[in-house]
T-cell receptor
Framework: GESVGLHLPTLSVQEGDNSIINCAYS??????FIWYKQESGKGPQFIID?????DKRQGQRVTVLLNKTVKHLSLQIAATQPGDSAVYFC???????????FGQGTELSVKP | KAGVTQTPRYLIKTRGQQVTLSCSPI?????VSWYQQTPGQGLQFLFE???????NKGNFPGRFSGRQFSNSRSEMNVSTLELGDSALYLC????????????FGNGTRLTVT
């Protein structure tokens, strides 16, 4: 199957700080990108998406940045809260409907 | 609006048996995709169904199969279970157009002994 990596990187931040989670995607032709949050015992939850004709998109407390030149995606979370603790996945696709290629995930730990 | 519902939540099976997992998509969603999640391989795409037809397929053996019904509900089947099939199986639904986000259920945890 298609997947990236075996080890889960971890990011530890203090409550109230801003968090930045990075992702390197694999296919230069990918034109749609999504960030998901997965809490223990639950399925991935949609956070925010971005199309390749955009460089930046903002949601509530979250911002996604896309750098197509270096195939890099980042998720910024403002004023991180304990409830933000979870594993975050980036996903990419190119005209493949429900077929997403997921990154390895980053575990975010928020210290109170 | 109700989310994606997967049943059962947990399953324990023996090697060689077969298993059927069920998924009810969000109302109005016509595409259903299945993913396997393991600690070692992460999230891997199994297949996608749209309007009762398989639209995309991942790199899994033929023991993994699926189908979609006219009401968009989907099932996946795994035959001749192997220990390595132990995983969280996730179902996701979307409206069906390209570049629309997938919404996931909470998965079925399959343990093969």
């Amino acid at each position: 199957g298609e997947s990236v990596g075996l080890h889960l990187p971890t990011l530890s931040v203090q409550e109230g700080d801003n968090s930045i989670i990075n992702c390197a995607y694999s296919n230069s032709a990918s034109d749609y990108f999504i960030w998901y949050k997965q809490e223990s015992g639950k399925g991935p939850q949609f956070i925010i998406d971005i199309r390749s004709n955009m460089d930046k998109r903002q949601g509530q407390r979250v911002t996604v940045l896309l750098n197509k030149t270096v195939k890099h995606l980042s998720l910024q979370i403002a004023a991180t809260q304990p409830g933000d603790s979870a594993v975050y996945f980036c996903a990419e696709t190119y005209n493949q409907g429900g077929k997403l290629i997921f990154g390895q995930g980053t575990e975010l730990s928020v210290k109170p | 609006k109700a989310g994606v519902t997967q049943t059962p939540r947990y399953l324990i099976k023996t090697r060689g048996q077969q298993v059927t997992l069920s998924c009810s998509p969000i109302s109005g969603h016509r595409s259903v995709s299945w993913y396997q999640q393991t600690p070692g391989q992460g999230l891997q795409f199994l297949f996608e169904y749209f309007s009762e037809t398989q639209r995309n397929k991942g790199n899994f053996p033929g023991r993994f199969s699926g189908r979609q019904f006219s009401n968009s509900r989907s099932e996946m089947n795994v035959s001749t279970l192997e220990l390595g099939d132990s995983a969280l199986y996730l179902c996701a639904s979307t409206l069906g157009s390209y570049n629309s986000p997938l919404h996931f259920g909470n998965g079925t945890r399959l343990t093969v002994t």
